[in-house]
């Protein structure tokens, strides 16, 4: 760990079992998260992509400790979050929030918002009476939402305005790390313009850092920092913004650029496209070897027999294919 890490993960495992019978029997496990490592430095974002199913969710709520990992450590600020519990790890909450994907289902339709964005001010017992609610409408003017709105319900709102609650709740603690879980992913994309430019604004206000999980590649390219790609419960693929779209070295990582649209006709009838074959393995028997090789056009008899280590190709680029 070093000094401008808010973030380290280490060997980082997340199981779930699948049991079956009258007597709820395991019978295997769901490795959404499969022994990664990575870190976050204070004051960046990381962007961390994939298909849908590969762990990226998963990878969120484990930092932030909603599952109770299987193995590995999780640091914040230098303290193992997978060692405390109870009152201590609700105390460290008030540091780390998470922004929701559907910012419809995530907002209890029976509160205001000015309950729903001053809720996580009670659990924390930060703010009570008038004071209460000139923080509510302080965080509320922080994302454009006028003060006059508190008294509305969610479904009053745009699909837009509810993920700016949702931003609300989460900056009301004043939190140092926030978990953009596919923040803009159920938005049009006009809007989504719109909450990435918010979120790069109140990085740089709050001093705040993100991991920001995306399917996209497109959508984390401004906002993120570093970008880290999965693959079913690994990480394949992690450097810095400039170079994974300049250069990009795993063969997983370069068939997901090539599905990116350009805006320029010209320039995409130019380009190769490159079209994995089959669908993503299961995650409770995945493939021997590296993970990729059944869907890799450079897969080599090595691919099917050793899994590839995370190593360091120069600078901060990493990736994990015995081709690079």
Known sequence: MQNNHLIDVEKLVMYFPVTAGVFRKKVADVKAVDDISFHIKKGETLGLVGESGCGKTTTGHCILQLHEVTSGKVFFEGTDLVQIKGKSLRKMRRHMQLIFQDPFASLDPRMTAEDIIGEPLLVQHLDKGKKYREQVYEVM??????????????????????????????????????????????????????????????????????????????????ISDRVAVMYLGKIVEITTSDALYSNPLHPYTISLLSAVPIPDPVVDRTRKRIILVGDVPSPINPPSGCHFHPRCYQAIDICKEQIPELRNLGGEHWAACHRV
Request: hydrophobic content about 50%.
């Open 141 to 222: 003017r922080m994302v454009e939402l006028e003060p006059y709105m508190a008294e509305r319900y969610p479904h009053e709102f745009s699909g837009g305005q509810r993920q700016r609650i949702g931003i609300a709740r989460a900056l009301a603690v004043r939190p140092a790390f926030i978990v953009c879980d596919e923040a803009v992913s159920a938005l049009d994309v006009s809007i989504q313009a719109q909450i990435i430019t918010l979120l790069m604004k109140l990085r740089e206000e709050l001093h705040l850092t993100y991991l920001f999980i995306a399917h996209d590649l497109s959508v984390v390219r401004n």
